[in-house]
């Protein structure tokens, strides 16, 4: 493994310790997350370059594709490192629309586990989070069967930890209540602030905050102070708004997805930009 030190250091979920400069793989799919990538051979580039940079946590869900990128990551990776942690998503399907209907009855998230296992070729998966809500965000409603079958599924020694993504503040009280969990994962960035109050009650819990869209999505972030930041430090908005992201809190962990692996480098270096005390206050009030 190479040498690269990466911006951030690391967290500890339950047990596993992981790169908080993670990467998501999301984007190794074909268009609108469907289908296989143009660049196959790419694909797997970018997955072995991630890991010989030092990255320990790799972000999928068996739906993407569906099923490509885990068995691209298996196919680029395994045998896995020991120190490799990947980190799952059940609880959607895609239908021909490339639509993500829920799939959180207890059958579709046994069947997804077995999948996620076959495709990833692991006997345990290591950290799965319960997908809630739709594409519209989180929404509010009842998790205690769907998080209760994954619980089972734990105690059967398949699945080592568990999180949740898309969820509201009171649906983590309730699943917490119920079992622990190691992560919460929500769409989160400079502009999209909603979630301030719970990343630091997750924080002061140790438990992990896991911002998906940390770029602002299918729409990237746009924003003259973001901007005027940016040029003042002779930087990308990229490269700003993830390192505003691993100041934001420590206990935020980073999985930016790119199929390039100069992208990737990129987003790396980008991180580990240095911001001010006056930078920071600055790009605070894009959400405010």
């Not at 399907?93 to 959180?104: E, H, V």
């Not at 519209?136 to 398949?158: I, W």
């Not at 080592?160 to 209540?177: D, I, K, M, W």
Request: aromatic fraction near 6%; glycine fraction near 10%; charged fraction near 20%.
């Amino acid at each position: 493994m190479a040498s690269t030190s990466l911006p951030g250091g690391t967290w500890t979920l339950g047990d596993l310790t992981v790169t908080r400069f993670g990467y998501g793989a999301m984007q190794l799919a074909g268009p609108w997350v469907m289908g296989p990538p143009a660049d196959h051979d790419g694909a797997l580039a970018v997955l072995r370059e991630a890991v010989e940079l030092g990255i320990t946590h790799i972000d999928t869900a068996d739906a993407y594709g569906p099923h490509v990128t885990n068995r691209l990551i298996r196919e680029a990776l395994h045998p896995y490192p020991d120190s490799l942690h990947i980190v799952t998503k059940v609880g959607a399907n895609r239908d021909r629309q490339g639509g993500w209907p829920p799939a959180r009855d207890p059958q579709s998230l046994r069947r997804s586990v077995r999948e996620n296992l076959g495709n990833l070729g692991l006997d345990v998966l290591d950290l799965v989070n319960l997908r809630l809500g739709n594409a519209e965000g989180p929404q509010p409603g009842p998790v205690a069967e769907a998080f209760e079958t994954l619980v089972e599924l734990q105690r059967q020694g398949l699945i080592r930890h568990l999180g949740l993504s898309n969820a509201t503040p009171e649906q983590v009280a309730e699943a917490q209540a119920i079992a622990p969990i190691v992560c919460v994962q929500n769409m989160y960035n400079l502009a999209h602030r909603q979630d301030d109050e719970l990343i630091d009650a997750l924080a002061d819990q140790g438990i992990a905050y896991v911002p998906f869209f940390p770029l602002g999505g299918f729409s990237p972030l746009q924003s003259s102070a973001l901007s005027a930041v940016a040029a003042r430090l002779e930087a990308t908005p990229t490269s700003v708004a993830l390192a505003w992201l691993l100041r934001r809190s420590p206990n935020i962990l980073l999985i930016p997805g790119t199929s390039s692996t100069t992208h990737l480098r990129e987003n790396i270096a980008g991180a580990g930009l240095f911001i001010s005390d006056d930078d920071h206050a600055e790009l605070d009030k894009i959400g405010g």
